[in-house]
DNA sequence: CCGAGATGTCGAATCGATTCGATCGAATCG
DNA sequence: CGATTCGATCGAATCGATTCGACATCTCGG
């Protein structure tokens, strides 16, 4: 019972000790990293296993070696929104795929408020920024401060930041130029968040000054250059009740002043948009079409066959990691930019005649 | 560009020096426990800022201090498996809850090979373990060497670790009753995985001898109370394919020999029987029920509302870091006991007349 | 005007390991 | 057989902070 509080816990010199040999021999032996004759590792691991000793401590090790193992994974949502995510989820496929068999651990870090305090007191050796649709620069500083290398994902380009990314304004061209040829003249726009308040509404050219959320500004870019006038709301966050939120500003309108497509600037957001379309009884595509991003699986969230921008996401994850693993090994990391590709599915279709 | 080579990180020594005070005092601002006078405290932080001095390292405090701010959040599934988990989401939830504004951070260890091994090698003040179907005998005996608190979710008891438990067993029973009640009599089991090496296949009496896998255990001891002749087959995992996989087995059959009912150790276990009955023709409830087991949301995977047992997830999240933050404060832990509901829904009826 | 108490600052020990250079005996080689 | 090398071991410095006890200064009551 009280084991744990009496007898404290014991460390490599009391290892060391008990096995008649000096701490550094000790070490070497746990490290395995220096010759050791296998009499006295035997007598060092034999003490180890009397003491009930655990090994080196972590704390310690990491301390003296300038190294922790872990890897901070830096997320804008809540810590459970964020694995909602589908798209964060196959992130960290490619993450856990591209680090291998390294043994890195991953400090997951919600970038919810005060950024930077948290960010600053835990230890890693190098962080991962997910999905930066907002402003990452404090953080970014925080981290630079640290000499953490910092891989973003999306991110606008930074000094000293290796960047995952992708080409979002000219994806959400292409698909803004599938809606303009099947006739779509009155497009909205369902952007992620705009700034690191997550306001919702309409997206404003003032509000589009002061933004630093790199992502949506490119999408909603992409799209404006086929289609100028498509007006922008933005929501909170990715996720379905937000899309089906915004939906509802949009749809639940005289069917005149209905837009005859809406962009979602995510997979999630376009479902919400589906349900709220479904509940108003429009149809989709005859009177709406809907577009998407991210080309994740939606487990039969919707009927059919969701048109969007698939992106590689999973190689997205994988590339992050490599990253981090060559900024580990103190090679330069390379920047990447990935493509994403139009799937035309049953969610799109011909304007309505007006 | 080299700058981050070239210039060392400075240390709480050089911001001293710099501030023309002595270590100590520089440190006294920073962790502000001590007095320091308003004009100290200002030539120390000016010569921070100067300096570009991002805070004590969290390495070297943490080994002062004794305290790395880091829980460790032990899971089954490799990483992203385990956030495709609705139920592990909802925990999380409740953790992030539970530890309110404790600046502390959570480091995912996926426990899939080798236990013990990543688990040794990274610094945490406590470690929650996370549905812990299998045997977590060695988990704990690294952590308890270590001299880290353990929580764990639905494991089997063991001393110094703080159980938070749920009423499996009677809760199964409880299912079960509902559907002897309503005529069944052959009935299936589709269990939670039943060792460390997730076999898949028959529940056979050495098996169970030799699991350790407390959760799936009782479940199906609880059903078997019921009916005592209820097969069972193990899944590998806990989602929607590896339910379809195992349902394939059962109702791929002539219909005589098919079960009237299926009992799923999980709500995503049962999504993947649905989807396998609905495949196969199988009318639910008509020709088959199926009961799951979690409550979780399962947004539109399914028509109508699956019968399950819904347990407090979210609240068995919060009693977890409640737990943590008592065990981080010295004050020995509580164990609790959470209770489910039965909730029936759409898809269990009478048993078909045969 | 002196001693008690409060306040602010400092020096030194400490947390638990890793690692560099030195040492020493044994084996190898010419 | 002496010089050299190699393998095994050890001592001591180091990583970057925190914290305890000591010390100096200042305030205030008596």
Redesign the interface.
Known sequence: MDD?ASAP?PTLAAVAAQAGVSVSTASLVFSGRGPVSDATRERVLAAATAL????P????R??RRGR???IGVVTED???DT??DPMN??L??G??EGLGDE?L??????RVSDPG??L????MDAAILLGCSTDVAPSVA?LR???VPVVAIEAVPMD?VIAIDLDNRDASRRGAEHLAQLGHRRVAVVTLPLDAARTRGEVTPARMATSAAHTTLERLGGVREVLPDAVAFSASGST?DEGARIARLLLDVPAGERPTAIVAQSDLLAVGVLRVADELGIAVPAELSVIGFDGVRL???IDGVLTTLVQPAIEKGRLAAEAVLAALAGRAGTPVLLHSELRIGTTTGPAPAS
């Not at 009930?52 to 090994?55: K, P």
């Not at 401590?57 to 310690?60: E, Q, R």
């Not at 600053?120 to 230890?123: D, I, N, Y």
Request: hydrophobic share 45%.
């Open positions: 744990q816990r009930d000793y655990a090994g401590d972590p704390t310690a990491s301390l922790s193992g872990v809540s810590l459970a694995f909602r989820l196959a960290l496929d993450i856990g043994r651990g991953l400090l997951v870090i919600p305090t948290e600053a007191a835990a230890p925080a401060r640290r000499r000293d379905v487990e039969g969230a």
